[in-house]
């Protein structure tokens, strides 16, 4: 969250300016940090239809995230100092907004911070999974092999939503120009037949005379499409965020048929692999638990793993809580942890479910891919299909009543 401050420095001089951190207090120690105290501090509400000075294309990627944790891991493991690592991968840095931050956190650590709480300053960049794993390696004296993890871990998640949003540029891209053509057919080319026909006279088909009623409508009344389309593309997307709305989407998407299979793949391989992680750090079943929930952006899945870290903490095995939820947790699953459990090396169970669903979400992606392309091309016959009827049924009708 963003920060808009009031704060007097050592001297006593007025500053004002804004901070990100978890909270007011989070964010009131930070600036402490920097001898400069605070006497006003209000969290800064983001426009909702504000791109921010072009906030849309600085946007910090996981891809960003992947590569700086490889080159701050290969930089530790050659004994380069934190703070000079730091500020040569800031030097690197295109977008100013991450080399603010990442010049910030040098300074953090040069006044003491460990490298895991001045990463914690920016909760909205480097997520609780990440600033724990760090804190696990920092204890372990592994810091650099945390890091490695964490940019296979970034790059994995960046590939599988590139490969995502890669098969539905096509389909979008298809859809987008059909519509165009209808819309310029329906405006230009049927009042023409329209014209045509009239002057003719004789039987029209029923294709044709819908089709003339909708071009009727959209040349008319086309502006009224336009504001409900743009309404309920703006309800649905306050609806879709606010908790209720987000709520029954989760619940709904994973039930969907095809997308739903798909979307508990993705969700149980980031469950998975990041308990597995966390476990192989070190961390307890609970924390780890913990640590999880805050990473699934899935309603079902969070309340779910809110439940298993309660009842495991009061000593309950993770296998008897996820049983009890067969649509969401395959019973593949609650085996697989239950042999870990019984055999003490859970984390090399939950890694072979995450190698497993890491293949079973690739073959999603290319099944999907080899289906899209033949649906699309029937869909575009039909309706190429109904437009040629509709418009060449009546022409041919009168040439062949001249």
């Given at each position: 969250m963003k920060f808009a401050y009031q704060a007097r420095s050592k001297e006593g001089k007025i500053q004002t300016g804004t901070i990100e951190a978890s909270s007011p207090e989070a964010a009131a120690v930070l600036l402490q940090k920097y001898d400069i105290y605070p006497t006003s501090i209000q969290?800064?509400?983001?426009?909702?239809?504000?791109?921010?000075?072009?906030?849309?294309?600085?946007?910090?990627?996981?891809?960003?995230?992947a590569i700086f944790s490889r080159q701050l891991a290969v930089m530790l493991d050659a004994r380069v100092p934190v703070v000079q690592s730091l500020l040569s991968i800031a030097?690197?840095?295109?977008?100013?907004?991450?080399?603010?931050?990442?010049?910030?956190?040098?300074?953090?650590?040069?006044?003491?911070?460990?490298?895991?709480?001045?990463?914690?300053?920016?909760?909205?960049?480097f997520d609780v999974f990440y600033v724990s794993l760090l804190k696990s390696g920092e204890a372990s004296g592994k810091v650099s092999e945390s890091l490695y993890y964490l940019s296979d871990h970034l790059e994995k998640e960046h590939d599988i939503g590139a490969k995502?949003?890669?098969?539905?540029?096509?389909?979008?891209?298809?859809?987008?120009?059909l519509v165009v053509v209808i819309v310029i057919i329906m405006v230009m080319v049927v009042p023409q037949l329209n014209v045509i026909l009239k002057e003719i006279g004789g039987n029209i088909p029923l294709f044709t005379k819908i089709m003339m009623g909708f071009s009727s409508f959209l040349l008319n009344f086309g502006w009224i499409i336009l504001i409900v389309f743009f309404g309920l593309v703006g309800f649905l997307i306050y609806y879709l965020r606010s908790p209720a709305g987000k709520k029954n989407y989760d619940k709904?998407?994973?039930?969907?048929?095809?997308?739903?299979?798909?979307?508990?793949?993705?969700?149980?391989?980031?469950?998975?692999?990041?308990v597995s992680t966390l476990i192989s750090a070190g961390l307890p079943v609970t924390t780890a638990l913990s640590i999880t929930k805050a990473t699934i952006n899935n309603f079902v899945y969070k309340e779910i793993l809110i439940e298993a870290e309660k009842e495991v903490s009061e000593g309950?095995?993770?296998?008897?809580?996820?049983?009890?939820?067969?649509?969401?947790?395959?019973?593949?699953?609650?085996?697989?942890?239950?042999?870990?459990?019984?055999?003490?090396?859970?984390?090399?169970?939950?890694?072979?479910?995450?190698?497993?669903?890491?293949?079973?979400?690739?073959?999603?992606?290319?099944?999907?891919?080899?289906?899209?392309?033949?649906?699309?091309?029937?869909?575009?016959?039909?309706?190429?299909?109904?437009?040629?009827?509709?418009?060449?049924?009546?022409?041919y009708g009168m040439l062949s009543a001249l």
């Open positions: 969290e800064v509400k983001p426009r909702i239809f504000s791109l921010g000075k072009g906030r849309l294309f600085r946007k910090i990627s996981k891809k960003d995230l030097a690197q840095v295109t977008k100013a907004d991450f080399k603010e931050k990442i010049v910030n956190i040098s300074e953090l650590v040069e006044e003491g911070n460990s490298l895991s709480d001045a990463f914690s300053a920016y909760p909205k960049i995502v949003k890669g098969a539905m540029v096509y389909p979008i891209l298809v859809l987008i120009v709904i998407s994973i039930k969907l048929p095809l997308v739903g299979g798909f979307l508990k793949k993705v969700f149980l391989s980031r469950f998975a692999a990041n309950e095995k993770m296998s008897s809580i996820l049983v009890r939820y067969p649509e969401a947790i395959p019973v593949f699953v609650t085996q697989m942890i239950k042999v870990g459990e019984d055999t003490g090396k859970i984390d090399k169970t939950l890694l072979e479910i995450v190698n497993f669903y890491d293949k079973e979400v690739e073959r999603g992606v290319e099944t999907f891919m080899s289906l899209i392309e033949p649906i699309l091309i029937i869909f575009l016959a039909v309706v190429v299909a109904i437009l040629a009827i509709s418009v060449m049924s009546p022409l």
